[in-house]
């Protein structure tokens, strides 16, 4: 176990060196930070005075093993914007976005689990069948999309005339179509927000619960087709394996065959996956952030390049890069302790 810690900790060290002199290496092609700070009417001669204070004007190296050092001592600099550790810029911004990837991954996993058991166990159903189609079309469909098609139809509201009005069935189905727009779609609402510690959450109240609904659905329906897709295809490869066959033959209970006998070794492979995609989706909260104004990381990373802030991005990247590395360690020391088989090692038991 210390050995595999080691291991992982050398790779996040590698990692985080890679992502920084990439971050570096790009800033060149985001535009002039300061031409983001100051106005128009600046002379050149105080936005030279400006880089040259910043270090704007030195070799690449000479910036990149400055902010290196500083960096090993827990200062990834200042942001150009807000004029303040670039560390606590993303603390503040960091809760919002963890607590909507919770939210989905929450959803996620209450929703496939069933759905992906019950099209596997009867792949020949209807609802199999509707679950499967389905799914197809949220793999296809973008998440900017589903963002703006549940605010339409949740917060906004639609009136729906796809059927006669003059025939009773049709105004019947007008009106059951229709919806009345009462769900928030922009912010966190930040009166309804609580602190506990120093944690802003939403989930301390109800009206706080309905501002994060719409994101963390639509952040779901990412992975959520895949999950179901996924978990349907390995149970009904597993319910195909003879020890399922011999737990049959021996008259176990459908019940305990699907549930404890082929539910988890279903999960091995889907644990894998969804480590990544857990991790993942710490990145594709740009897009849901940024349609419903949620106050996190993902909106914050948008705006610094806007705005050329390059200690913010890179203090960004270097954030998401540890965030995956713990998420894929957390994975292999949950894999190997559903698979005992499993060593962290690589090596067979």
């Not at 936005?47 to 030195?58: K, P, S, T, V, Y």
């Not at 596997?120 to 609802?127: D, G, T």
């Not at 070794?265 to 419903?292: C, D, K, R, S």
């Not at 913010?312 to 698979?339: A, C, E, K, P, Q």
């Amino acid at each position: 176990m210390i050995a595999f810690l080691i291991k992982r900790l050398m790779h996040a060290i590698l990692v985080m060196f890679v992502i920084s002199v990439l971050a570096f290496a790009i800033q060149d092609n985001l535009g002039d930070p300061v031409q983001q700070m100051v106005g128009q009417s600046v002379p050149e001669s105080e936005r030279e005075a400006i880089r040259e204070r910043l270090g704007l004007n030195d070799p690449f190296l000479v910036q990149y093993s400055r902010f290196a050092v500083n960096a090993l001592q827990g200062d990834f600099g200042n942001s150009y914007f807000y004029r303040e550790p670039a560390l606590e810029v993303i603390a503040r911004h960091l809760p919002a976005t963890l607590e909507l990837v919770f939210a989905a991954t929450l959803i996620i996993v209450l929703f496939s689990v069933p759905i992906g058991v019950y099209s596997a166990i009867k792949p020949k159903a209807v609802l199999s069948r509707f679950f499967m189609g389905i799914s197809i079309v949220g793999i296809s469909v973008p998440v900017f999309l589903t963002a703006i098609v549940l605010i339409q139809i949740f917060s906004i509201g639609m009136t729906v005339s796809f059927f006669p009005q003059d025939t009773g069935w049709g105004s019947w189905l007008n009106d059951l179509l229709s919806t009345e727009g009462n769900m928030p779609s922009f912010g966190r609402g930040y009166d309804l927000v609580h602190v506990v510690g120093y944690w802003d959450t939403n989930l301390a109240s109800w009206n706080g619960l309905k501002h994060l609904v719409l994101p963390a659905i639509s952040l779901a329906s990412i992975m959520l087709p895949l999950f179901i897709r996924l978990i349907r295809a390995e149970m009904m490869e597993v319910l195909q394996s003879d020890y399922v066959r011999y737990a049959r033959a021996k008259g176990i209970s459908m019940r305990r065959v699907y549930f404890i006998h082929a539910l988890k070794n279903t999960m091995l492979p889907v644990i894998t996956v969804g480590g990544v995609q857990i991790g993942t989706m710490v990145a594709y909260t740009i897009l849901t952030e940024t349609v419903f104004q949620w106050p996190g990381m993902g909106l914050m990373f948008l705006d610094a390049i806007n705005r050329a802030d390059i200690p913010l991005i890179v203090t960004y990247l270097m954030i998401v890069g540890v965030i995956f590395v713990v998420t894929n360690t957390i994975v292999d020391l949950v894999y190997g302790l559903v698979n005992p088989t499993v060593k962290l090692t690589g090596k067979p038991a």
